[in-house]
């Protein structure tokens, strides 16, 4: 008899309407690897380094993962944790597939984050106690902080990833 191992609760996918297009118009090669990273990500395999701001930019709370041999691709992402236990993984954000070359890809990040974070429609599935926590709070979040918390003037597209497979 085989050992199952206990399932952790399915990881939720959203992403920026415009990042969903991104990764079609990515070269096939980069869009397969993208979505082979978003399969990893939703499962916790990987995580992409932490980005920063940098002069105009401010990418603090995005992730970014290269996307092909030679570096050219980026995919930008946040993640939503929960709250008090920063090791459980609520959900991914999606945020801008592309180039890296003249640093393309952060811009067009950076620009969907702060779209995001001047927001303040609370997303839908967002318990009460958390809108009032936001509504409350004294300080403003970084644009990745503030897009786990809200959304922007089109509602994100939202996909719940099925359990792992049990293997028996």
Do not use: C, W
Not at 17 to 27: G, H, K, Q, R, S
Not at 59 to 84: C, I, M, W
């Amino acid at each position: 008899m085989s050992e199952q191992r206990p399932s952790s609760p399915p990881v939720g996918f959203s992403a920026h309407p415009e990042a969903l297009a991104d990764l079609l118009d990515a070269p096939a090669d980069v869009r397969d690897l993208a979505l082979e990273y978003l399969d990893r990500l939703l499962r916790a395999e990987v995580r992409g380094p932490l980005l920063d701001q940098q002069d105009d930019r401010d990418l603090r709370g995005a992730r970014k993962l290269y996307l092909d041999d030679r570096n050219a691709f980026r995919l930008v992402y946040t993640e939503q944790r929960a709250p008090g236990n920063p090791r459980r993984l609520l959900g991914i954000h999606l945020v801008a597939v592309g180039r890296r070359y003249n640093i393309e890809v952060y811009k067009t990040a950076a620009e969907r984050l702060k779209q995001a974070a001047t927001q303040e429609v609370p997303r839908p599935s967002m318990p009460a106690r958390f809108q009032a926590a936001l509504a409350s709070s004294v300080s403003r979040p970084s644009p990745a902080q503030a897009t786990a918390t809200t959304t922007g003037a089109a509602p994100p597209t939202v996909v719940a990833a099925p359990p792992p497979a049990v293997r028996r």
